[in-house]
């Protein structure tokens, strides 16, 4: 049964939106506070307002406000799903 992921990802440096993908689809589709992420450098741009939307067994989308610029933003995730 899976019930948790991980991984990392960035938004690239002109964009305002990046869909993650888990590596394998949950058993359970986890709510947005399920979802943990941690940025792992400071982008050019202020991100203004961040919302983790399209929450499902399969991924999750993470919106920002401002594109970051620069070389983009990096970020780890980690999501646990459970009924």
Known sequence: MATQSEGSGTINAASTSVAVSFSLALDFA??????????????????????????????????????PGGTGVNFSWTVSAFP
């Open 30 to 67: 986890p709510n947005a506070a399920d979802i943990r992420i941690a940025f792992t450098n400071i982008p050019t741009n202020d991100l203004g307002t961040i919302s983790v939307t399209s929450v499902s067994t399969s991924g999750f989308t993470i919106k920002v406000k401002n594109a």
